[in-house]
Nanobody, 125 residues
């Protein structure tokens, strides 16, 4: 079982940047596709970005494309989400997740097997 711990959230002004990190306990995090999701109060959890096991493929939600970048460092058992040009509508709890299945990158929460506890991102206008 993989334990995931997110960090790097906080309060930032509109237009600012944050870098989220997801640390995995498992040495073989490279065995998983990884994703970032977010959930705002009163809303469903939504897909943000995903990255394949070796980092060769990435996929983004349209709402963050061109502003967010997902990356990973398997040697450090870590996944990152660089968020630039932040908007108030990006305010949410952000979660990283691990997907053990093979195939196309998952964009639905049900696809992912392991989840972190989340880190809060608040963007003020």
């Amino acid at each position: 079982q993989v334990q995931l711990v997110e960090s790097g959230g906080g309060l930032v002004q509109e237009g600012g940047s944050l870098r989220l990190s997801c640390a995995a306990s498992e040495r073989t995090v490279s065995m998983y596709d990884m994703g970032w999701f977010r959930q705002a109060p009163g809303k469903e959890r939504e897909f943000v970005a995903a990255i394949s096991r070796r980092g060769l493929s990435t996929y983004y939600a349209d709402s963050v494309k061109g502003r967010f970048t997902i990356s990973r460092d398997n040697a450090k058992n870590a996944v990152y989400l660089q968020m630039n040009s932040l908007k108030p509508e990006d305010t949410a709890e952000y979660y990283c997740a691990a997907d053990s299945r093979w195939g196309v990158l998952g964009t639905t929460a049900s696809r992912y097997d392991y989840w972190g506890q989340g880190t809060q991102v608040t963007v003020s206008s």
